[in-house]
């Protein structure tokens, strides 16, 4: 499986943006798909995720209500809103895929993408 992040930019407080994760390969129902991020000087941190088959979808407290993690099962693409941007927000983003079930631990995910990085200015 590969994974080829996209979407990453600068904006301004207040704005958004949308991340694309697109999957090359077969994924399974049990697959899920998880979005963390990684500020200069900081530890990686989870972000959201969602159940590829059933569509469940968590998120870190940091970003309850203003990011959405979505699916295209047709396109193999997750997809990351990011609304009401903060100056906090800005990271590396990494989309990840997890074989075996939910985790928020990113030491449990199969495989990477390449981060896009978000800039948010204040």
């Known amino acids: 499986v590969q994974l080829q992040a996209s979407g990453g930019g600068l904006v301004q407080a207040g704005g958004s943006l949308r991340l694309s994760c697109a999957a090359s390969?077969?994924?399974?129902?049990?697959?899920?798909m998880g979005w963390f991020r990684q500020a200069p000087g900081k530890e990686r941190e989870f972000v959201a995720a969602?159940?590829?088959?059933?569509?469940?979808?968590y998120y870190a407290d940091p970003v309850k209500g203003r990011f959405t993690i979505s699916r295209d099962k047709g396109e193999n693409t997750v997809y990351l809103q990011m609304n009401s941007l903060k100056p906090e927000d800005t990271a590396a983003y990494y989309c990840?895929?997890?074989?075996?079930?939910?985790?928020?631990?990113?030491?449990?995910?199969?495989?990477w993408g390449q981060g896009t990085l978000v800039t948010v200015s204040s």
């Open positions: 969602i159940r590829w088959g059933v569509g469940n979808t």
């Open positions: 390969g077969r994924i399974y129902s049990s697959t899920v």
């Open positions: 990840a895929l997890d074989r075996h079930g939910l985790s928020f631990s990113g030491n449990d995910y199969d495989y």
